[in-house]
């Protein structure tokens, strides 16, 4: 019988989050806030209220966040115009991850506080996240251990020009 040897599985950009989990000074959105918009600091665009930013630890590609400019912990601690605004740009943000990663489908979600599972509890925002049949499997269920299939730099690129073509007259 042949011997099935043991495969690995590199992913190397692991290694910031495991050395820096739980020693985060201040909130992640509001420093990044604070540089230039960038592939970076993953911020794809601003807009009065909120801005938009990849998710460093995405679950698929395209795996962004809506944010508002307050660090607020909840929906109902936000100004009406600032909850209306993030929901312009889910729905915009949306279209544009149908035209570039042409997705089976979306997972829009917030989870408020710790216990609803939010990471940043801290500063309430918005996942968008492209689904298609099959981007979970044995490797998520089993290996706890997710793969993409392009990088965030690639990522950024292809969400940034996604944006920018839309701006354009």
């Keep these: 019988m042949a011997e099935n040897p043991l495969k690995h599985l590199w992913a ?5 989050y495991i050395q820096n989990a ?3 000074k201040g909130c992640v959105f509001c420093s990044a806030l604070e540089a230039v918009d ?3 600091n993953l911020i794809i665009t601003r807009s ?3 801005f938009v930013i990849l998710n460093k630890f995405p679950y698929t590609s395209g795996h962004l966040m809506i944010v508002p400019l307050a660090h607020r912990a909840s929906l109902e601690d936000l100004t009406p115009a600032a909850r209306a605004q993030m929901m312009e740009l889910v729905t915009e943000f949306i279209a544009i991850l149908r035209t570039i990663y042409q997705p089976e489908g979306f997972n ?3 989870n408020i506080g710790n216990v609803a599972g939010a990471g940043i509890p801290g500063h309430v925002h918005i996942h968008v996240v492209p689904r298609w049949i099959g981007d979970t499997n044995f490797m998520t269920a089993i290996g706890h251990t997710r793969v993409l299939p392009e990088t965030l730099d690639q990522t950024y690129l292809r969400v940034r ?3 920018e073509k ?3 007259p």
């Design 48 to 50: 009065e209220h909120a």
């Design 161 to 163: 020009e996604g944006w």
């Design 166 to 168: 839309t701006q354009s």
């Design 38 to 40: 960038s592939a970076e």
């Design 12 to 16: 190397s950009w692991r290694i910031k």
């Design 22 to 24: 739980g020693n985060a």
């Design 108 to 110: 829009v979600g917030i």
